[in-house]
């Protein structure tokens, strides 16, 4: 079983800067692409920002400028950091991970249960 947790969500006026951490565990033999996706409330969900394994980033439009997304391959681990945040990157964002599954060596994507980031004044 392999678990993504989100933490770092949270109220922040625009302007402002928010850190979103993503930890993956369990049963994990490789992941590949890491990323986070937002949603909105009446709106898809989007693919905010990529990461490979290699470090290799993709950012949607945007966002350019303003988010950067790092990966740490040793823990596990992918952040986003926020800067300048506006009132219309206010979403739930999902971590999400292409992974490897030890023993199956089955690989599907995996999802973390989402943080709320609202940025208002």
């Known amino acids: 079983q392999v678990q993504l947790v989100e933490s770092g969500g949270g109220s922040v006026q625009p302007g402002g800067s928010l850190r979103l951490s993503c930890a993956a565990s369990?049963?994990?033999?490789?992941?590949?692409?890491m990323g986070w996706y937002r949603q909105a409330p009446g709106k898809q969900r989007e693919l905010v920002a990529a990461?490979?394994?290699?470090?290799?980033?993709n950012y949607t439009d945007s966002v350019k400028g303003r988010f950067t997304i790092s990966r740490d391959n040793a823990t596990n681990m992918v952040w986003l950091q926020m800067n300048s945040l506006k009132p219309e990157d206010t979403a739930v964002y999902y971590c999400?991970?292409?992974?490897?599954?030890?023993?199956?060596?089955?690989?599907?994507?995996?999802w973390g249960q989402g943080t709320q980031v609202t940025v208002s004044s």
């Open positions: 999400n991970a292409d992974i490897v599954r030890t023993i199956t060596l089955i690989r599907f994507p995996s």
């Open positions: 369990g049963s994990i033999f490789r992941i590949y692409d």
């Open positions: 990461i490979t394994r290699g470090g290799n980033t």
